[in-house]
């Protein structure tokens, strides 16, 4: 199995930054693919970064160029450093990783969300 700790989110003012972190623990042979997706009240859960083992990362158009996505592979860790936050960013937030256990089977992870509110 495969836990996820999501920190970092809270109450934020319009322009403020905010650093999400995501550690991942459990029998992890490797991990491949690690993002975070959001889900405002009445809308559906939707990728915000991915960033692959690699290092190669997407966005939504909505956060580029305000939001960093990395990650920390000998800690099992991926970030999301939210800068310039707009009240449209307001949603419960989800860590999502892909891997693979020992015995080659796949994984897909999420976290338990963690609330980022952006209001004055």
């Known amino acids: 199995q495969v836990q996820l700790v999501e920190s970092g989110g809270g109450l934020v003012q319009p322009g403020g930054s905010l650093r999400l972190s995501c550690v991942a623990s459990?029998?992890?042979?490797?991990?491949?693919?690690m993002g975070w997706y959001r889900q405002a009240p009445g809308e559906e859960r939707d990728l915000v970064a991915r960033i692959s083992s690699e290092g190669t990362t997407n966005y939504a158009i909505s956060v580029k160029g305000r939001f960093t996505i990395s990650r920390d592979n000998a800690k099992n860790t991926v970030y999301l450093q939210m800068n310039s936050l707009m009240a449209e960013d307001t949603a419960l937030y989800y860590c999502?990783?892909?891997?693979?256990?020992?015995?080659?089977?796949?994984?897909?992870?999420w976290g338990q969300g963690i609330q980022v509110t952006v209001s004055s």
């Open positions: 999502n990783v892909e891997g693979f256990f020992s015995d080659s089977s796949v994984f897909r992870s």
């Open positions: 459990g029998s992890i042979f490797s991990i491949s693919a």
